[in-house]
């Protein structure tokens, strides 16, 4: 497809965070994804986004299978139909669209292939918009430098995760936005936790149940409940380098809550 990841971007070595499960590892216009195949989701995805340069397109692009793999491989279209799940980004389609209108374009568009979707309950609240802005205000934060990042974001794949139509439903996800800070890498981790949402006890009930939740965690704590080798970014934690580590996870319940 194209480049994919590249560890570089930051200007200090960023590997992309290894899963210990076996993966496929697809290359697309400026991020990759790890594909587990056995769950039909990313174990991993990773995108590189240069805020200077970052266009706001009208949104294109079609959902899609991945012809690299195999359809029984990727959660497709049969996944979502007819109920009340969103195939949600885990690239957001906005992060790899910058450079030229051309390369924005290609690159915005390749977020719809299925192996960058997963399912998340449909419908908004303050949590959950609030995850989806997490780049944005990581960005706004780092803009006294040259406003690039690397995020990784992904579903974390239990075995007892529900299962629903031949998957099993994640119920929580993971994101780690990386950032260069003078000449050292700093970096931010947390989760959205949509548990009290998902029910697939009698086929499928996504309501009123609860909501969606929205935590800063350690990233150490992320890549151990996620099983993924995370490299340099655990030590360039900022929540844990300033002292804020809790017992638990911080609950973010508005941007200002947020530690960088």
């Known amino acids: 497809m194209s480049d994919g990841y590249d560890p570089d971007f930051l200007g200090i070595p960023l590997p992309l965070p290894s899963p210990a499960r ?3 590892r697809l290359d697309y216009p400026r991020f990759s994804v790890l ?13 590189v986004i240069d805020g200077a340069t970052l266009r706001d397109l ?4 079609e959902w899609r299978l991945d012809p690299r793999v195999s359809a029984d491989a990727q959660a497709g279209p049969e996944v979502y139909s007819r109920n009340d799940l969103d195939r949600g980004h885990l690239v957001r389609r906005r992060d790899p669209g910058w450079g030229t209108p051309a390369q924005a374009q290609d690159a915005t568009e390749a977020t719809f292939f299925y192996t960058n979707a997963a399912p998340q309950a449909a419908g908004f609240n303050q949590s959950k918009e609030l995850w989806l802005g997490l780049e944005d205000h990581v960005l ?6 040259d406003r690039r990042l690397a995020v990784f974001t992904a579903p974390v794949l239990r075995d007892d995760d ?3 139509r031949g998957i099993r439903v994640p119920l929580r996800f993971w994101k780690i936005a990386a950032w260069r800070d003078g000449d050292a890498l700093a970096a931010a ?3 959205l936790d949509q548990s009290d949402l998902v029910d697939t006890r009698q086929g499928l009930v996504v309501g009123p149940l609860g909501a969606f939740r929205t935590f800063q965690m350690p990233i150490a704590e992320i890549a151990a409940e996620a099983g993924v080798e995370v490299g340099p970014l655990a030590a360039a934690d900022t929540f844990v380098r300033r002292g804020l580590r809790p017992a638990t996870a911080r609950e973010l319940r508005r941007r200002d809550d947020i530690v960088l």
């Open 35 to 47: 594909l587990d195949e056995r769950r039909r989701f990313a174990a991993v995805t990773g995108v």
């Open 22 to 24: 076996a993966v496929t």
């Open 140 to 145: 706004t934060y780092a803009e006294s430098t």
């Open 189 to 191: 981790g947390f989760v």
């Open 162 to 164: 529900p299962p629903y």
């Open 58 to 61: 009208p949104r294109t692009g």
